[in-house]
């Protein structure tokens, strides 16, 4: 069964920073697009950064470009969110999901229907 557990949020001060983990199992991440999600209350789940399978291509929404650094490590299955000067508008649950694209520069932020397999989530609150 393939499975993506997400950790690492919490509380945070504005400014502030945390990293998020993205643990797959059932699979390995090697041949697959990563991509971080956001839903916050009310909104729609917008796609933040992703990281290609093949070369570490990266995508990332503007408003989170220079705070936000996606990254993969391939030997520990698991792909890493660093988040910095957070803003309370990054007050969200933050998914991650993964696409079957291997030896692939593909990945996208454009939509959550390019992927087919999710995690729980986990939360990020930026409040002082």
């Known amino acids: 069964q393939l499975q993506l557990v997400e950790s690492g949020g919490g509380l945070v001060q504005p400014g502030g920073s945390l990293k998020l983990s993205c643990a797959a199992s059932?699979?390995?991440?090697?041949?697959?697009?990563i991509g971080w999600f956001r839903q916050a209350p009310g909104k729609e789940r917008e796609g933040v950064p992703c990281?290609?399978?093949?070369?570490?291509?990266?995508y990332y929404l503007d408003s989170v470009k220079d705070r936000f650094t996606i990254s993969r490590d391939n030997a520990k299955n698991t792909v890493y969110l660093q988040m910095n000067s957070l803003k309370a508008e990054d007050t969200a649950v933050y998914y991650c999901?993964?696409?079957?694209?291997?030896?692939?520069?593909?990945?996208?932020?454009?939509?959550?229907?390019?992927?087919?397999?999710w995690g729980q989530g986990t939360q990020v609150t930026v409040s002082s």
């Open positions: 990281i290609s399978s093949s070369d570490g291509s990266t």
């Open positions: 059932g699979f390995t991440m090697d041949y697959y697009a």
């Open positions: 999901a993964a696409e079957y694209h291997p030896s692939s520069k593909w990945c996208t932020i454009a939509t959550k229907f390019s992927y087919n397999v």
